[in-house]
């Protein structure tokens, strides 16, 4: 890899879905190259993140208790009160005109589902490339 995006094999993906198919499609995607960590709800979003410290997290937009938008707006309101570091924030959207919700919830990018393994992919390396510095 070239330039400063981060070697796949020091980093984790935080995948927050309920949905199997979700998460097989991403493991397959990026499971060869990330450790993929996955939570069940949106809720839990959080204490994964403090606890993992991942590279990226991936948010799936329906998620049973606490949509993805909600865990995104989270995950921003901690990062401005000092909680937790910068979190770079993929949302998988369900139709293309969820990408509204996906830049009112500040994700830095976002794919539509069905998951596409080579735009995942890229898409994910884009991500992991913003710098926070």
């Known amino acids: 890899m070239a330039g400063n995006i981060p070697t796949v094999n020091d980093t ?14 991403i493991e397959a995607a990026l499971g060869g190259d990330h450790e993929v960590v996955r939570v069940h709800a949106g809720a839990e979003v959080l204490d994964a993140v403090a606890i993992h410290e991942p590279a990226l997290v991936i948010l799936d937009l329906q998620i049973g208790n606490m949509g993805g938008m909600a865990a995104c707006l989270d995950l921003r309101l901690e990062e401005r009160a ?10 998988l959207l369900d139709r293309d005109a ?36």
């Open 82 to 91: 000092g909680r937790i570091g910068p979190q770079r924030i993929l949302m």
């Open 98 to 133: 969820d990408d509204f919700l996906a830049r009112k919830a500040e994700a830095d990018t976002w794919i539509v589902k069905p998951i596409d393994a080579l735009t995942l992919r890229h898409t994910a390396r884009e991500a992991l490339a913003i710098s926070y510095s």
């Open 12 to 25: 984790t993906v935080l995948v927050a879905t309920d949905a199997d198919y979700v998460h097989d499609a």
